[in-house]
């Protein structure tokens, strides 16, 4: 007849049993962590279309004014409800998606084409060069990004205020370039590191021995090397630019009105909490939604990126 020891059966199962759980806990974290970002993709998708076509969405001009439901709270007639002007805050919201996103998305494009341009300059240049710019961007990165461009925009406005801005508006135009501006330097400092440990690689140097001329070496092999990083900080710094436009917009910097801009229309709504909230929640709500959605998707993209390159 056999005995067997105790604890050689029932010693390792408490372990293992713990373990299975906290593998079935990381699953389940990885399973919530895909469907949040797939739904925060969807989402973005459906804010893209919103931008594009908003008629898709409401048969409503944004500007439509009906003195005889002057602030109607949310119902099925007006799911936003109205503003002070009888205007369908809800049709209002949808057409500010165009405006608002694409300040986002002009300013995150023009910093970060500034911050290639100016990081790229300085990692190419001499030591002289690359300290000048660096220092320069020091300053910059100095200020908080908020208020460097609150008083860059500021400036634009004396500034283009005697100039002929008819394309998206003197108001749009101030954000845009005001927010683009105030993120410049930051993104020219990851550019400058990266376009740094790329020179040093020994295929660039390979390149360089062989004679290569620096305009096709920079845009064969420093240039691609720099930009996956950079783009993919640009998705996540995206949520920051809407915010940041948002909020001067909001100290009426930017889109003027009747413009359904969101940050204007949260400025406009702000004197109406009391009696109707719906005029400054909503643009507000979409403001946030926004935002929580691009971090979302940039940070996950970032996440890959970087296991990628790890």
Same mark, same amino acid.
């Given at each position: 007849?056999?005995?067997?020891?105790?604890?050689?059966?029932?010693?390792?199962?408490?372990?293992?049993?713990?373990?299975?759980?906290?593998?079935?806990?990381?699953?389940?974290?990885?399973? @919530?962590?895909?469907?949040?970002? &797939? *739904?925060?993709? %969807? !989402? /973005?998708?459906? #804010?893209? +279309?919103?931008?594009? $076509?908003?008629?898709?969405?409401?048969?409503?001009?944004?500007?439509?004014?009906?003195?005889?439901?002057?602030?109607?709270?949310?119902?099925?007639?007006?799911?936003?409800?109205?503003?002070?002007?009888?205007?369908?805050?809800?049709?209002?919201?949808?057409?500010?998606?165009?405006?608002?996103?694409?300040?986002?998305?002009?300013?995150?494009?023009?910093?970060?084409?500034?911050?290639?341009?100016?990081?790229?300059?300085?990692?190419?240049?001499?030591?002289?060069?690359?300290?000048?710019?660096?220092?320069?961007?020091?300053?910059?990165?100095? @200020?908080?990004?908020?208020?460097? &461009? *609150?008083?860059? %925009? !500021? /400036?634009?406005? #004396?500034? +283009?205020?005697?100039? $002929?801005?008819?394309?998206?508006?003197?108001?749009?135009?101030?954000?845009?370039?005001?927010?683009?501006?105030?993120?410049?330097?930051?993104?020219?400092?990851?550019?400058?590191?990266?376009?740094?440990?790329?020179?040093?690689?020994?295929?660039?140097?390979?390149?360089?021995?062989?004679?290569?001329?620096?305009?096709?070496?920079?845009?064969?092999?420093?240039?691609?090397?720099?930009?996956?990083?950079?783009?993919?900080?640009?998705?996540?710094?995206?949520?920051?630019?809407?915010?940041?436009?948002?909020?001067?917009?909001?100290?009426?910097?930017?889109?003027?009105?009747?413009?359904?801009?969101?940050? %204007?229309? /949260?400025?406009?709504?702000?004197?109406?909490?009391?009696?109707?909230?719906?005029?400054?929640?909503?643009?507000?709500?979409?403001?946030?939604?926004?935002?929580?959605?691009?971090?979302?998707?940039?940070?996950?993209?970032?996440?890959?990126?970087?296991?990628?390159?790890?």
């Amino acid at each position: 007849m056999t005995t067997t020891q105790p604890g050689l059966l029932t010693g390792p199962a408490p372990a293992l049993t713990a373990a299975g759980r906290a593998a079935n806990r990381s699953r389940r974290r990885r399973r @919530l962590s895909r469907v949040g970002v &797939a *739904l925060a993709g %969807a !989402l /973005l998708v459906l #804010l893209a +279309l919103v931008a594009i $076509a908003p008629g898709l969405f409401t048969g409503r001009a944004p500007n439509e004014t009906d003195l005889a439901q002057t602030m109607a709270s949310p119902s099925g007639a007006h799911w936003f409800g109205t503003d002070q002007l009888g205007r369908d805050v809800f049709a209002r919201v949808l057409h500010g998606a165009r405006t608002s996103l694409l300040v986002g998305v002009g300013s995150t494009a023009f910093a970060l084409l500034g911050g290639t341009v100016l990081g790229l300059a300085a990692a190419l240049s001499g030591r002289v060069g690359d300290q000048v710019l660096m220092r320069f961007a020091d300053v910059l990165l100095s @200020l908080p990004s908020l208020l460097l &461009a *609150l008083l860059l %925009a !500021l /400036l634009l406005a #004396l500034l +283009l205020a005697l100039l $002929a801005v008819t394309v998206l508006g003197t108001g749009t135009v101030n954000v845009m370039l005001a927010v683009a501006i105030a993120f410049v330097p930051g993104y020219a400092r990851i550019v400058r590191a990266e376009a740094l440990v790329v020179r040093r690689s020994g295929y660039v140097e390979a390149a360089v021995g062989l004679g290569l001329p620096r305009p096709v070496l920079v845009a064969r092999h420093v240039l691609p090397n720099t930009l996956g990083p950079l783009l993919v900080l640009g998705a996540v710094g995206f949520g920051t630019s809407v915010i940041y436009a948002s909020g001067l917009s909001f100290l009426g910097l930017g889109a003027g009105p009747p413009s359904p801009e969101w940050g %204007a229309m /949260l400025s406009e709504g702000r004197s109406f909490l009391a009696t109707a909230w719906w005029i400054g929640v909503f643009p507000g709500l979409a403001i946030t939604v926004t935002v929580v959605a691009v971090n979302i998707v940039g940070r996950f993209a970032q996440r890959r990126f970087a296991g990628r390159t790890s």
